[in-house]
C-alpha cells in the first residue's frame, strides 16, 4: 500500500539536510547576481562583521550588555580595536584570531562571509555544531547586514584619491638680499629692546624719587 502524504500517493518527505537549508538560505539571502570582491573591500568587510558579529555578540552574550556598557560598569576605559586583517594566499578560508583576521583571495562575497561566519561561531560558540541551527541564523544576519549595507554596490571600495597639486618652485633669494634683511629686523629688535629699556628705566627712576622724598621725610619725623 502506498504512503499517502499530504493527499500526493508516493511522496516521501523531503529530507531536512543541512546542504538543502543552506543552498535555500543562500538563494533567499544573496541577490541573483554578486558582484566580485576586491582585496580592499574584504578586509574592511571582514574588519566591521567581526566587529559587529564577534565583538558586541560576545559581550551581549557572555555579560548582557554591550561593550561599552560593560567598561562602564567596570569602571575603565575600553581599549581601543586593534584588529589586523591580511591576505593569505595558502589558505582556502578565512581564518580568524582574537586580533588577527586572514582571508583567503578570490573567495568572492559568498565564500568570505561563510568562512568567516564559521570562525566567529566557532568562537563564539565552541560546543555548538558547525553547520547547526545557531550557526545558520549567524551567517544569514551577516549576509542580510552586507546586503542591507549596500556594500554590494561598492560602498567600500577605497575612493581615488585627487593627487595635491605640486607646490610652486619659489626662486631663491640673493644671499646679499637675505643678509641684509636678516640685518634689519636686528636693528628693529634691538629699538624695540632699547625703547623698553628707556621706558623701564624712567619708570624705576620716577619709582626712586618718590621713596627718597618720603624717606627723607620719614627721617625728619623722627629727629
Known amino acids: 500500500m502506498d504512503t499517502v502524504i499530504s493527499g500526493r500517493v508516493g511522496v516521501k518527505p523531503a529530507r531536512r539536510t543541512s546542504t538543502r537549508l543552506y543552498t535555500q538560505m543562500d538563494r533567499e539571502a544573496w541577490p541573483d547576481k554578486v558582484p566580485p570582491l576586491t582585496?580592499?573591500?574584504?578586509?574592511?568587510?571582514?574588519?566591521?562583521l567581526f566587529r559587529r558579529f564577534h565583538t558586541e555578540r560576545f559581550y551581549q552574550e557572555r555579560h548582557g550588555m554591550s561593550r561599552a556598557a560593560y567598561y562602564r560598569k567596570i569602571g575603565k576605559t575600553p581599549p581601543p580595536y586593534k584588529l589586523k586583517v591580511s591576505?593569505?594566499?595558502?589558505?582556502?578560508?578565512a581564518w580568524v584570531g582574537w586580533n588577527r583576521i586572514e582571508l583567503s583571495p578570490g573567495q568572492g562575497w559568498h565564500g568570505m562571509v561563510h568562512s568567516l561566519s564559521h570562525r566567529i561561531h566557532s568562537q563564539l560558540r565552541p560546543n555548538d555544531a558547525g553547520h547547526g541551527d545557531n550557526h545558520r541564523r549567524l551567517e544569514r544576519d551577516m549576509i542580510e547586514h552586507v546586503v542591507a549595507s549596500g556594500w554590494l554596490d561598492g560602498k567600500l571600495k577605497p575612493k581615488p584619491r585627487t593627487p595635491r597639486p605640486p607646490k610652486p618652485v619659489e626662486p631663491k633669494p640673493d644671499p646679499v638680499i637675505a643678509e641684509h634683511d636678516k640685518a634689519v629686523a636686528r636693528v628693529k629688535a634691538w629699538r624695540t629692546r632699547l625703547r623698553r629699556a628707556k621706558t623701564g628705566l624712567a619708570n624705576a627712576q620716577k619709582t626712586e624719587r618718590k621713596l627718597r622724598r618720603k624717606r627723607q621725610r620719614t627721617i625728619r619725623f623722627i629727629l
Open 87 to 93: 591576505m593569505n594566499g595558502r589558505r582556502r578560508h
Open 39 to 48: 582585496e580592499a573591500e574584504a578586509k574592511t568587510a571582514a574588519r566591521l
